[in-house]
């Protein structure tokens, strides 16, 4: 079993920051790639940003030059720092991973979400 969770979600100013952490536990023999989706209400789920093992970082076009991901394989977390946050960035975040099970499959996980508000 896989297990997938989220923190770091809350209430920002335009303008401010926020640090997203997500770390995988379980069955998990590596780690192919993880990142962040988010869904605001009424819309569809969209991606934000992925990252692979080996540090190769993936954005949306919306977050370009003011998020960062970054990975710690030997954890199995995966970080989104968030600067310059506008009211348009809130959603749920959810993160997701795609791993290597210790019984040798490839599977996708998901988290809860955590919730980014920003709001003046």
């Known amino acids: 079993q896989v297990r997938v969770v989220e923190s770091g979600g809350g209430l920002v100013h335009p303008g401010g920051s926020l640090r997203l952490s997500c770390k995988a536990s379980?069955?998990?023999?590596?780690?192919?790639?993880m990142g962040w989706y988010r869904q605001a209400q009424e819309n569809e789920r969209e991606l934000v940003a992925t990252?692979?093992?080996?540090?190769?970082?993936n954005y949306a076009d919306s977050v370009k030059g003011r998020f960062t991901i970054s990975i710690d394989n030997a954890q199995k977390t995966v970080y989104l720092q968030m600067n310059n946050l506008k009211p348009e960035d809130s959603a749920v975040y959810y993160c997701?991973?795609?791993?290597?099970?210790?019984?040798?499959?490839?599977?996708?996980?998901g988290g809860q979400g955590t919730q980014v508000t920003v709001s003046s």
């Open positions: 997701h991973t795609d791993v290597v099970t210790t019984w040798g499959t490839r599977r996708t996980y």
């Open positions: 990252i692979t093992s080996g540090d190769i970082a």
């Open positions: 379980g069955s998990i023999r590596s780690i192919n790639h």
